[in-house]
């Protein structure tokens, strides 16, 4: 696949969240968008896998608005749940996508598992699939994942979504503990932003 020298896209989610940490990813000579320009809501995530999901957002927001599209599926998958709650995280927060409560179903299912289960390492990882679309057409889609582990409380106030409740490995702290510069350097994003980039 030859680069493209995109000049202008636009960042496929309605997430502020994602939309700032995959803006400040992109190279600087790249015009962003959000949906947030153009009042769009999000499609509907029928997929089966975060590559999927992924791919309907990137051709559904391109396909509206006639730009190269980059977008980002991504979710939190526990060992012990099965790899839950996995495509459906941000469905887990509810209607309003309420993160506070959706750490706390964490923590119910958890308990519903394994009484004790602070004792032990809680083993899961953020995933994340980054995809590029032109109109209907996948240019590329790549996957990143960092693995680690859950705490057994929420700490930190950076970052968003699940960052409070994971510490990835060879790490003490929750990535909402971190220095969003730092997290940058470690998340899943990142690592899938690094196989996408040469298509930029």
Same mark, same amino acid.
């Given at each position: 696949?030859?680069?493209?020298?995109?000049?202008?896209?636009?960042?496929?989610?309605?997430?502020?969240? %994602?939309?700032? &940490?995959?803006?400040?990813?992109?190279?600087?000579? #790249?015009?962003?968008?959000?949906?947030?320009?153009?009042?769009?809501?999000?499609?509907?995530?029928?997929?089966?896998?975060?590559?999927?999901? =992924?791919?309907? %957002?990137?051709?559904?927001?391109?396909?509206?608005?006639?730009?190269?599209?980059?977008?980002?599926? =991504?979710?939190? &998958?526990?060992? !012990?749940?099965?790899? /839950?709650?996995?495509?459906?995280?941000?469905?887990?927060?509810?209607?309003?996508?309420?993160?506070?409560?959706?750490? %706390?179903? !964490?923590?119910? &299912?958890?308990? /519903?598992? /394994?009484?004790?289960?602070?004792?032990?390492? #809680?083993?899961?990882?953020? !995933?994340?699939?980054? =995809?590029? =679309?032109?109109?209907?057409?996948?240019?590329?889609?790549?996957?990143?994942?960092?693995?680690?582990?859950?705490?057994?409380?929420?700490?930190?106030?950076?970052?968003?979504?699940?960052?409070?409740?994971? #510490?990835?490995? %060879?790490?003490?702290?929750?990535?909402?503990?971190?220095?969003?510069?730092?997290?940058?350097?470690?998340?899943?994003?990142?690592?899938?932003?690094?196989?996408?980039?040469?298509?930029?």
């Amino acid at each position: 696949m030859v680069k493209q020298n995109i000049k202008q896209l636009i960042i496929g989610t309605n997430n502020r969240g %994602k939309l700032k &940490e995959i803006r400040d990813l992109l190279p600087k000579y #790249i015009k962003i968008f959000s949906t947030l320009d153009f009042k769009l809501k999000s499609p509907k995530e029928n997929g089966k896998t975060f590559e999927q999901n =992924s791919l309907i %957002k990137s051709k559904y927001f391109s396909k509206k608005t006639g730009l190269i599209c980059l977008a980002d599926d =991504s979710g939190l &998958e526990i060992d !012990v749940l099965k790899k /839950k709650p996995g495509i459906y995280s941000a469905r887990w927060g509810g209607k309003k996508g309420d993160f506070k409560k959706a750490i %706390k179903k !964490v923590y119910i &299912e958890l308990n /519903k598992k /394994k009484v004790n289960w602070k004792k032990d390492k #809680i083993r899961a990882r953020f !995933v994340c699939a980054l =995809s590029l =679309s032109n109109l209907n057409k996948k240019i590329v889609c790549v996957i990143g994942k960092v693995e680690g582990t859950i705490s057994s409380k929420p700490k930190g106030l950076n970052g968003f979504g699940y960052d409070p409740i994971f #510490i990835p490995l %060879k790490k003490n702290k929750t990535f909402a503990e971190m220095k969003p510069s730092k997290k940058y350097k470690l998340d899943h994003r990142y690592k899938a932003f690094k196989k996408i980039k040469k298509f930029l």
